[in-house]
C-alpha cells in the first residue's frame, strides 16, 4: 500500500509555471501507474496526465504541450510540471497510483483504475 501527499499548489499568473509535487510513502511509486486528476467544484474529477511503470505517458488533450510528469526515484516523489497556465487549469490537483497498468488510454484516465489518492493540493491561476 502507498500512501501520497501533494505539495506546491498555490497562486499562479496566467502563462506563469507551477509544479506540483507527490511524495510516496509505503512502497515505492515506480511499484504503481501514477496519475494526476483535478476537479472544479461541481464537476467531475479530470483526468490529466498518467504514467505507466515503462514510462509512457497519457495526456489530455487540454494540458499536451504544457503538462510534464516526472518521478524522483531518490525522494520517491512524482512531479507536475505546469508551464504556460492558464485561468482554466484552476483546480485541486491529486495525484493517484494503480497497481494495475493501464495498457489503454481509456483506462489511464479513469479514476476508477487508480486505488490510491491524495488529498489534493489547489491551483488558482488569475488573468
Known amino acids: 500500500q502507498v500512501q501520497l501527499v501533494e505539495s506546491g499548489g498555490g497562486l499562479a499568473q496566467a502563462g506563469g509555471s507551477l509544479r506540483l509535487s507527490c511524495a510516496a510513502s509505503?512502497?515505492?511509486?515506480?511499484?504503481?501507474?501514477m496519475g494526476w486528476f483535478r476537479q472544479v467544484p461541481g464537476k467531475a474529477r479530470e483526468f490529466v496526465i498518467a504514467?505507466?511503470?515503462?514510462?509512457?505517458?497519457y495526456y489530455a488533450d487540454s494540458v499536451k504541450g504544457r503538462f510534464t510528469i516526472s518521478g524522483d526515484n531518490a525522494k520517491n516523489t512524482v512531479h507536475l510540471q505546469i508551464n504556460n497556465l492558464k485561468p482554466e487549469d484552476t483546480a485541486v490537483y491529486y495525484c493517484?497510483?494503480?497497481?494495475?497498468?493501464?495498457?489503454?488510454?481509456?483506462?489511464?484516465?479513469?479514476?476508477?483504475?487508480?486505488?490510491?489518492w491524495g488529498q489534493g493540493t489547489q491551483v488558482t491561476v488569475s488573468s
Open positions: 504514467i505507466r511503470r515503462n514510462g509512457l505517458t
Open positions: 509505503g512502497r515505492s511509486f515506480s511499484s504503481y501507474a
Open positions: 493517484a497510483a494503480s497497481p494495475r497498468d493501464p495498457v489503454y488510454y481509456g483506462s489511464a484516465s479513469n479514476p476508477v483504475w487508480y486505488d490510491y
